[in-house]
Each structure stands twice: as C-alpha cells, then as structure tokens.
C-alpha cells in the first residue's frame, strides 16, 4: 500500500466537490520499562490538503485530481479514492477515460465489505483497454456505512487523526467533525451516517470516513511507513500542484 491517499467526494446537488489527501505516518509509541510493556509502532494520519470545488464541471474536477496525483510526492506512492456512490459513477468513468485507476467505494446500507472485479475491457474505455483482453481488474469496493463510521470514530478517538493547521478548510473540517452523529456506545450496525442538519454538510466527512476505513484496513507494514516517514518531506507545499 502507498503512503498517501488521495480521496474525493464529487460532491451532491448542495455540496461542492471535496478532495483530501491523508499521509500515513508511524510513531513510536514509548512503553514503561519498569512493568515490562515495550514501545510499539502506531499509525497516525494526517490530513495534508483539503480543497472544495463549487459549481466545478465533472471534466475539471479531473483535470485538477490529475494535477495533484503528478505532484513529486504523489507519483507513485498514492492511491486515489473515490465516493462512487450516487454522481460519483460519472466521474469515476471520466477519470478512467484519463488514465487513472480510482478505486471506487461504493456506501451501502448494511452487510460486508465486498470487492467486485471486472474484465478491464468494460471498466476502462481507452485505448489501452485492447491489450488487455480478458485481464480481471478491481471495479469497486462496496463498504457498509457502519463499517466506514466505526473506522472515523476508532482513529479519531485514539487520536491518530491530525490536520496541517494552515490548511484552508481546516476549520471546515473540524466544524463537519463535530456535526457528525455516530454514537460510540452502539455497536457498528446500529451506528448512524448523517448531519445534523442541512446547514453542515458532510463532504470532508465523506472523505475523512473512506480514508480512515481503506487505511486501517490495507495499512502497509511498519517497515514500509518507516522508510517513507524517513524521507525528506519539508518542501511538501499543498497546493503547488494548482
């Protein structure tokens, strides 16, 4: 697995298009020596760009997730996600059409997590999809709400959620945060996915949940993260890719 995700929400009729993109960082953990517990390696993300697009064209909402996916630190070490349920169909063929490969989360009401494949000839439409005849590739991922909910509530109550605090729509993100609904108290299948009203919406959310769930899920070895935790970041500038 990579070490960034890339994650859009192309949004709904009142929401604009969200991206995000989250890193996934390995801290050491310190133990206590005198009661022989060890120090461990943890996971924590960190959200390290958020951008909205209002009123934005399916066509340029692409334009601009190709952009990003060719940043320096993007190429190569991220996968991109994207909430294929609802609109997000469209844009999932519109960006396949551009030759990237988004992994559709597909939201459903209840039962488990399934992975439908497809021959690549009817999942990309280009001029590669030829030479791939017969070639079984990934079409989407169906997720249960609850399953996606229970990942966003875990990371976050373990505190391994942070956000670059410059970030424009930082403070968007942590008012959807405290809108949310989703009781702890209540096992997975009972949890709740909504706003609380029409007035807080949900799009960083959307992004937050798919990415919090695919990174728990198919989170890389520890050695792995480590290496690339290693490597010169300082120079990482969001929105340089605009």
């Not at 996968?79 to 519109?94: K, N, P, Q, R, S």
């Not at 909504?194 to 807080?200: G, I, L, P, R, W």
């Not at 728990?216 to 990482?236: A, F, M, N």
Request: with cysteine; proline share 4%; net charge neutral.
């Amino acid at each position: 697995m990579k070490q960034y995700l890339i994650i859009v929400d192309p949004g709904k009729k009142r929401d604009p298009a969200a991206v995000m993109v989250m890193r996934d960082n390995i801290k050491i953990v310190n133990g206590a020596s005198s009661i022989n517990i060890p120090d461990k390696k943890q996971h924590f993300y960190e959200i390290v760009l958020i951008d909205k697009f209002v009123n934005t064209k399916y066509t340029d909402l692409v334009r601009n997730v190709c952009a990003l996916s060719g940043h320096r630190d993007l190429k190569n070490n991220s996968e991109l996600l994207v909430d294929g349920t609802g609109v997000g169909e469209a844009v999932i063929d519109i960006m396949r059409e551009q030759y990237l490969t988004p992994i559709p989360i597909v939201f459903t009401s209840g039962g488990d997590v399934h992975e439908k494949y497809a021959d690549f000839g009817s999942v990309f439409s280009n001029k590669q999809s030829g030479k791939m005849r017969g070639a079984q590739v990934l079409k989407e991922i169906c997720v249960p709400r609850d399953d996606l909910v229970m990942a966003g509530q875990v990371v976050s109550q373990q505190g391994r959620i942070g956000i670059v605090p410059t970030l424009k729509f930082a403070e968007d993100f942590r008012r959807q945060l405290m809108g949310f609904k989703g009781d702890p108290n209540k096992v997975a299948k009972k949890m709740k996915y909504e706003a609380e009203s029409d007035d807080v919406h949900d799009d960083l959310i959307v992004c937050y949940l798919m990415g919090a769930w695919y990174f728990t899920r198919h989170r890389k070895t520890d050695e792995q993260v480590l290496q690339g935790s290693q490597q010169k970041i300082s120079d990482w500038s969001p929105m340089d890719y605009m």
